[in-house]
Nanobody
């Protein structure tokens, strides 16, 4: 059974940090790209960052460049999203997703999804 389990969300003040984790199981981790998406109330789901597990290449949305860092621990089949200098506009439910081929900006391209973790940044 394929599972993606996010953790690490919470409430933080503006300027603070959080580290999200995405633990994967049930598929060959090295063959996939893992993306982080977020969805705020009333807004569409948007791509935040992505990492290709096979070659380590990473991608970031312009809105998070320089503040967020994506990484992977292949021994643990886990991808992390370190979020620094958080802003109230970063408030959303954060999801991780797996794609068999490569990173994509569109959520519809991804094969598997986690249940999401809430991140709330207070001003």
């Amino acid at each position: 059974e394929v599972q993606l389990v996010e953790s690490g969300g919470g409430l933080v003040q503006a300027g603070g940090s959080l580290r999200l984790s995405c633990a994967a199981s049930g598929f060959t981790f090295d063959d996939y790209a893992i993306g982080w998406f977020r969805q705020a109330p009333g807004k569409e789901r948007e791509g935040v960052s992505c990492i290709s597990i096979s070659d380590g290449s990473t991608y970031y949305a312009d809105s998070v460049k320089g503040r967020f860092t994506i990484s992977s621990d292949n021994a643990k089949n886990t991808v992390y999203l370190q979020m620094n200098s958080l802003k109230p506009e970063d408030t959303a439910v954060y999801y991780c997703a797996a794609d068999r081929d490569s990173c994509h900006p569109l959520p519809s391209e991804y094969d598997y999804w986690g249940q999401g973790t809430q991140v709330t940044v207070s001003s």
